[in-house]
């Protein structure tokens, strides 16, 4: 099922980078295969902390296109884990997450696991609600994206005073259609990870 695919991708964006790392380099004398130039996506102001119950935090996912063709679509699926060592899982309600299109905020439909919750967004205008309905949604058109420019797609998150304190790390995993893809859902660009907390304010700490 095409769920489960970018479930799956959404996953390997969390434990992708750290196999990477542990690859033993290739031998001196094999020649580098070569690699087609791929977009390239990172998030932009991500927070290092949220406070439970606090204000949404706005920040941004980005896409720079490295490769040789204009890029017309977007879509990517965003993946947060949190800590192994929290007994208590975050669940629907501790969390809302949002993009900006068509000069309004709309919700991003998340599904939850074990420590964990996923999303896929893309500037769908209007968008069919319900997590298992993003294949009507996404990629979501962008106009077009000259080779060199850069996409920004805007994003808010906040956690609710239920959502338990720990380490996150937030992945996203790109599907950019290109002239070289071979459906509309194409093998994933993934960002880096990026870690954050969620933590009582000071004060509320202190008192409690």
């Known amino acids: 099922m095409k769920l489960n695919r970018i479930a799956a991708f959404t996953a390997a964006a969390t434990i992708a ?9 290739a031998a001196a004398d ?21 406070t439970p119950g606090g204000d949404w935090t706005n920040f941004s996912i980005t896409m720079e296109n490295r490769t040789g063709e204009t890029l017309t679509d977007f879509h990517a699926s965003l993946g947060v884990r949190e800590g192994w060592s929290t007994k208590e899982d975050i669940k ?21 696991d074990s420590h964990s919750f996923d999303g896929n967004v893309c500037p769908q205008a209007d968008p069919v609600p319900g997590f298992d309905n993003w294949y009507l949604n996404c990629p ?4 077009d994206l000259k080779p060199g420019d850069t996409y920004t797609l805007g994003l ?8 338990p304190a ?23 660009v993934f960002t880096d990870r990026y870690r954050f907390t969620v933590q009582p304010a000071q004060g509320a700490a202190a008192t409690s």
């Open 166 to 188: 720990a380490k996150y790390l937030l992945t996203a995993a790109g599907h950019i259609p290109t002239s070289a893809s071979t459906g509309k859902y194409p093998l994933p």
């Open 17 to 25: 980078p750290a196999l990477f790392l542990t690859t033993p380099a």
């Open 92 to 112: 629907p309600g501790d969390v809302e997450v949002e993009y900006y299109a068509a000069g309004r905020w709309h919700p991003v439909e998340l599904r939850f």
């Open 156 to 163: 808010r998150m906040r956690f609710a005073p239920s959502a």
């Open 30 to 50: 094999t020649a580098p295969a070569a690699v087609a130039a791929e977009p390239f996506l990172a998030f932009k102001d991500f927070p290092t902390s949220f």
């Open 140 to 143: 979501a058109k962008i106009g």
